[in-house]
Protein backbone atom coordinates (compact mmCIF):
# COMPACT_ATOMS: atom_id res chain seq x y z
CA UNK A 1 0.00 0.00 0.00
CA UNK A 2 1.46 3.52 -1.30
CA UNK A 3 0.35 5.63 1.68
CA UNK A 4 0.94 9.52 1.35
CA UNK A 5 3.90 10.33 4.55
CA UNK A 6 1.19 12.31 6.70
CA UNK A 7 -1.50 9.39 6.57
CA UNK A 8 1.79 7.41 7.46
CA UNK A 9 3.07 9.12 10.40
CA UNK A 10 -0.33 9.28 11.69
CA UNK A 11 0.14 5.55 12.05
CA UNK A 12 3.66 5.71 13.17
CA UNK A 13 2.99 8.12 15.90
CA UNK A 14 -0.06 5.77 17.03
CA UNK A 15 2.00 3.29 16.95
CA UNK A 16 4.77 4.73 18.77
CA UNK A 17 1.69 6.02 21.62
CA UNK A 18 0.74 1.71 22.07
CA UNK A 19 4.66 0.98 22.40
CA UNK A 20 5.32 3.04 25.44
CA UNK A 21 1.84 3.10 26.85
CA UNK A 22 2.61 -1.08 27.07
CA UNK A 23 6.13 -0.83 27.47
CA UNK A 24 5.33 1.62 30.80
CA UNK A 25 2.68 -0.83 31.66
CA UNK A 26 4.99 -3.75 31.79
CA UNK A 27 7.83 -2.20 33.88
CA UNK A 28 4.82 -0.80 36.49
CA UNK A 29 2.02 -2.62 36.53
CA UNK A 30 2.89 -5.29 39.62
CA UNK A 31 0.50 -7.99 39.04
CA UNK A 32 2.11 -8.93 35.30
CA UNK A 33 3.75 -12.79 35.46
CA UNK A 34 7.74 -12.38 35.88
CA UNK A 35 8.05 -13.48 32.26
CA UNK A 36 6.18 -10.38 30.55
CA UNK A 37 8.04 -7.86 33.09
CA UNK A 38 11.62 -9.30 32.72
CA UNK A 39 11.36 -9.19 28.91
CA UNK A 40 8.33 -7.15 27.27
CA UNK A 41 9.84 -3.49 28.03
CA UNK A 42 13.02 -3.62 26.19
CA UNK A 43 11.32 -5.44 23.51
CA UNK A 44 8.38 -2.99 23.27
CA UNK A 45 11.54 -0.19 23.58
CA UNK A 46 13.01 -1.46 20.17
CA UNK A 47 9.19 -1.36 18.93
CA UNK A 48 8.75 1.71 19.68
CA UNK A 49 12.27 2.79 18.02
CA UNK A 50 11.64 1.59 15.27
CA UNK A 51 8.19 3.50 14.74
CA UNK A 52 10.22 6.38 15.79
CA UNK A 53 12.45 5.71 12.83
CA UNK A 54 9.76 5.28 10.52
CA UNK A 55 7.98 8.24 11.50
CA UNK A 56 11.25 10.09 10.85
CA UNK A 57 12.01 8.57 7.57
CA UNK A 58 8.74 7.70 6.26
CA UNK A 59 9.75 8.27 2.50
CA UNK A 60 12.64 6.04 2.57
CA UNK A 61 11.93 2.15 2.74
CA UNK A 62 11.63 -0.18 5.45
CA UNK A 63 14.96 -1.34 5.75
CA UNK A 64 16.36 1.88 6.57
CA UNK A 65 14.28 1.63 10.30
CA UNK A 66 15.06 -2.08 10.27
CA UNK A 67 19.02 -0.38 10.33
CA UNK A 68 18.62 2.16 12.05
CA UNK A 69 16.66 0.74 14.85
CA UNK A 70 19.24 -2.08 15.02
CA UNK A 71 22.18 0.33 15.34
CA UNK A 72 20.30 2.47 18.37
CA UNK A 73 19.61 0.31 20.26
CA UNK A 74 22.57 -1.93 19.86
CA UNK A 75 24.65 1.53 20.43
CA UNK A 76 22.48 2.34 23.56
CA UNK A 77 22.90 -1.15 25.06
CA UNK A 78 26.78 -1.22 24.78
CA UNK A 79 26.86 2.90 25.82
CA UNK A 80 25.88 0.99 29.29
CA UNK A 81 29.58 -0.49 29.52
CA UNK A 82 30.81 3.50 30.00
CA UNK A 83 30.23 4.30 33.73
CA UNK A 84 31.26 7.52 34.50
CA UNK A 85 29.82 9.76 37.36
CA UNK A 86 27.77 12.12 34.77
CA UNK A 87 26.45 9.92 32.87
CA UNK A 88 25.16 7.50 35.44
CA UNK A 89 23.47 10.72 37.07
CA UNK A 90 21.48 11.08 34.04
CA UNK A 91 20.45 7.24 34.03
CA UNK A 92 19.54 7.23 37.74
CA UNK A 93 16.47 10.06 37.00
CA UNK A 94 13.07 7.89 35.23
CA UNK A 95 13.56 9.43 31.78
CA UNK A 96 17.41 8.75 31.48
CA UNK A 97 17.33 5.36 33.03
CA UNK A 98 14.03 4.58 30.34
CA UNK A 99 16.26 6.30 27.47
CA UNK A 100 19.93 4.89 28.68
CA UNK A 101 19.44 1.58 30.33
CA UNK A 102 21.64 1.01 33.54
CA UNK A 103 23.88 -1.51 32.82
CA UNK A 104 24.80 -3.46 30.18
CA UNK A 105 22.74 -7.12 29.74
CA UNK A 106 23.77 -9.58 26.67
CA UNK A 107 20.05 -10.89 26.80
CA UNK A 108 18.44 -7.24 26.17
CA UNK A 109 20.44 -7.06 22.23
CA UNK A 110 18.44 -10.40 21.69
CA UNK A 111 15.22 -8.80 23.22
CA UNK A 112 15.86 -5.55 20.78
CA UNK A 113 16.07 -7.69 17.83
CA UNK A 114 12.90 -9.49 18.74
CA UNK A 115 11.13 -6.13 19.20
CA UNK A 116 12.93 -4.92 15.88
CA UNK A 117 11.20 -7.96 13.72
CA UNK A 118 8.54 -7.71 15.30
CA UNK A 119 8.03 -4.15 14.74
CA UNK A 120 9.51 -4.54 11.35
CA UNK A 121 6.96 -7.73 10.22
CA UNK A 122 3.67 -5.72 11.34
CA UNK A 123 4.84 -2.43 9.43
CA UNK A 124 5.16 -4.50 6.60
CA UNK A 125 2.07 -6.88 7.08
CA UNK A 126 -0.67 -4.24 8.92
CA UNK A 127 -0.57 -1.88 5.63
CA UNK A 128 -1.14 -4.95 2.91
CA UNK A 129 -4.50 -5.90 5.27
CA UNK A 130 -5.73 -1.99 4.36
CA UNK A 131 -5.64 -2.87 0.80
CA UNK A 132 -7.01 -6.12 1.04
CA UNK A 133 -9.66 -4.87 2.87
CA UNK A 134 -10.54 -1.60 0.71
CA UNK A 135 -9.93 -3.95 -2.83
CA UNK A 136 -12.91 -6.18 -0.82
CA UNK A 137 -15.05 -3.23 -1.03
CA UNK A 138 -14.69 -2.02 -4.16
Known sequence: MHFTHEPKRTYYV??????IFLGL???YINVL????VNHTGDTLWAIMVYFLF???????SHN????????FCFSIEFSQLYQADWINTIRSTML??????????A?????YSIGIV??????????????KVKNKQL
Do not use: E, H
Not at 64 to 71: E, G, K, P, R, V
Open 33 to 36: PNFI
Open 96 to 105: GSLILGKGFL
Open 118 to 131: IAFMMDKWIPSLFV
Open 107 to 111: VDLKR
Open 14 to 19: FAIMIS
Open 64 to 71: TAFYLSFI
Open 25 to 27: ASR
Open 54 to 60: RFIFASK
